[in-house]
């Protein structure tokens, strides 16, 4: 594309400059000279291959989000006084403006589903900034709470419980390694009433959930505890060797990678204490070593090949 506009290549004096869109760069077309690099393309992120699908996708505002209660689609009446130019409003205009700020609030959430909504999705932003998740787990934790929403299978239940749930049940589909105990320092409900939710919102969606790999979780305990990537992987040979031999199914995830390390610390010279390791990992001690037992009973004579 062309531009005859003011600017001039400071080269040769020419005046038809071309802006190169891929590449985000004003070249001169004569000397070839690039004016301008890294530019900002100020166009739509979506791409349209006719006209009917450009205008079914042209929006304005900010994009849907689930984390919402009204999905972001609601407009609001600011809480400053003043009108478009920046002047203070006459004080009956402020009463008026008053009274339709309170019954645009009630008409938000006017049915119980929004409210209950909007008071979930509050505390979604809580728990998601105590636990650091991502905005994609947000949305996924927030999209499973809605689906129990509409099936009004909230009422009656706490509303703090099913949305942990949520979150723990969105967090297993996306093999983040996270327990049900990392929950309940942030909440204020008990273990039980969300274990029951949890086992609620798997029957009810029907959701075939895998038990999660005990190697999802060595990385986060190596952090813990300050192993070195050797005995991270060491762990990780063990815990093959010890699915290869059929010793996983039954046992707590976590107890293996907690006994896996034991095992691959003191292999590699890092040698870390039972109670280091239980705290770690969220077991007791008593798991460790049942779990170290049964690792060195199968595997003493593989123990020297790895």
């Known amino acids: 594309m062309s531009l005859n506009n003011s600017n001039v290549c400071p080269e040769c004096g020419n005046k038809n400059l071309i802006s190169d869109e ?94 209950n ?11 998601s900034s105590q636990l650091n998740l991502s905005k994609e787990l947000k949305e996924s934790a927030a999209h499973i709470y809605r689906k129990m929403a509409n099936k009004n299978l909230i009422r009656g239940r706490s509303i703090e419980a099913m949305l942990i749930a949520s979150i723990y049940l969105s967090c297993k589909l996306n093999k983040i390694p996270k327990t049900l105990d990392d929950f309940l320092e942030f909440a204020l409900v008990d273990r039980k009433k969300i274990a029951r939710c949890y086992r609620l919102i798997v029957q009810e969606l029907r959701l075939n959930i895998n038990v999660p790999s005990p190697t999802t979780f060595i990385p986060r305990f190596c952090a ?29 995830p976590t107890g293996l990678a907690g006994a896996a390390l034991y095992v691959a610390a003191m ?34 004579a593989n123990f020297n090949a790895l």
């Open 267 to 300: 292999q590699e010279g890092e040698r870390r204490t039972q109670k280091e390791i239980s705290l770690a990992a969220g077991v007791t001690e008593a798991t460790i070593r049942n779990r170290y037992k049964e690792l060195v009973n199968h595997m003493q």
């Open 22 to 115: 891929a590449r985000g760069e004003i070249v001169c077309a004569v000397c070839g000279l690039v004016l301008d690099q890294r530019l900002i393309d100020s166009g739509p992120e979506w791409r349209a291959f006719s006209s009917e699908e450009a205008s079914k996708k042209v929006r304005v505002g900010a994009p849907t989000t689930l984390t919402l209660h009204d999905k972001g689609l609601s407009t609001m009446i600011g809480w400053t006084n003043k009108d478009a130019f920046g002047k203070t409003i006459s004080p009956k205009m402020k009463a008026e403006v008053y009274r339709l700020r309170k019954w645009h609030v009630r008409t938000r959430t006017n049915k119980s589903l929004d409210r």
């Open 224 to 252: 813990e505890l300050n192993l070195s990537g050797r005995t991270q992987n060491r762990a990780a040979e063990l815990l093959k060797l010890a699915k290869k031999y059929q010793i996983t199914s039954g046992k707590a």
């Open 117 to 127: 909504l909007a008071y979930a999705m509050n505390e979604l932003d809580r728990f």
